[in-house]
């Protein structure tokens, strides 16, 4: 499973990565360092999900303090990759 990466946010506490397929958010994590490994099958929202065949869309933002107060940063990047 792919393992999604980007640049450091200084002072940042935690991350926002939300990932798409085919237009719809299927996951979205909190993850504390600048990395999120993604696993083959996971659940959101009540749904179970898995990596299936096409391409997926990432975002993440920097969040900042504590994460209940959700303070989140400017888009920090994004990516695309394709489960095949």
């Given at each position: 499973?792919?393992?999604?990466?980007?640049?450091?946010?200084?002072?940042?506490?935690?991350?926002?990565?939300?990932?798409?397929?085919?237009?719809?958010?299927?996951?979205?994590?909190?993850?504390?360092?600048?990395?999120?490994?993604?696993?083959?099958?996971?659940?959101?929202?009540?749904?179970?999900?898995?990596l299936g065949?096409?391409v997926?869309?990432?975002?993440?933002?920097?969040?900042?303090?504590?994460?209940?107060?959700?303070?989140?940063?400017?888009?920090?990047?994004q990516?695309?990759f394709?489960?095949?």
């Amino acid at each position: 499973a792919p393992v999604l990466r980007w640049t450091p946010v200084r002072k940042a506490t935690f991350y926002n990565v939300q990932l798409y397929y085919r237009g719809a958010k299927v996951l979205s994590a909190w993850p504390q360092r600048a990395r999120q490994a993604l696993k083959r099958q996971w659940s959101y929202s009540g749904r179970a999900y898995g990596l299936g065949k096409g391409v997926y869309s990432w975002y993440v933002w920097p969040g900042f303090g504590p994460r209940a107060k959700g303070r989140y940063g400017q888009l920090l990047g994004q990516g695309s990759f394709r489960v095949r």
